[in-house]
């Protein structure tokens, strides 16, 4: 079984960065795709960054040139690099893990950013 831990997420000031990390442990497999997403309040989850087994990066349009996500293959970390940060950019931050071809989709536990004066 895959399990996700994420971390990194706090109070940050307008136009200011953070960095999310997402450990995964378990068998990931060999395709499979690592994903953020987010869930602000009153709103549904929604879709910010991917990143495939094979390097294929994806990124929502209001994210795209401000994120970034990055793996370190050794110790099974995704990252989540955020910069210019919007307060539209508050939420709680979810890592996800998915493999189409073992019908498997795990999330993590979630960390919230706050963008805030």
């Known amino acids: 079984q895959v399990q996700l831990v994420e971390s990194g997420g706090g109070l940050v000031q307008p136009g200011g960065s953070l960095r999310l990390s997402c450990a995964a442990s378990?068998?990931?497999?060999?395709?499979?795709?690592m994903g953020w997403y987010r869930q602000a309040p009153g709103k549904q989850r929604e879709f910010v960054a991917s990143?495939?087994?094979?390097?294929?990066?994806n990124y929502a349009d209001s994210v795209a040139g401000r994120f970034t996500i990055s793996r370190d293959n050794v110790e099974n970390t995704v990252y989540l690099q955020l910069n210019s940060l919007k307060s539209e950019d508050t939420a709680v931050y979810y890592c996800?893990?998915?493999?189409?071809?073992?019908?498997?989709?795990?999330w993590g536990q979630g960390t919230l950013v706050t963008v805030s004066s």
């Open positions: 378990g068998r990931l497999g060999n395709l499979y795709t």
């Open positions: 996800n893990y998915r493999a189409v071809a073992r019908n498997l989709e795990v």
């Open positions: 990143l495939t087994s094979v390097g294929r990066k």
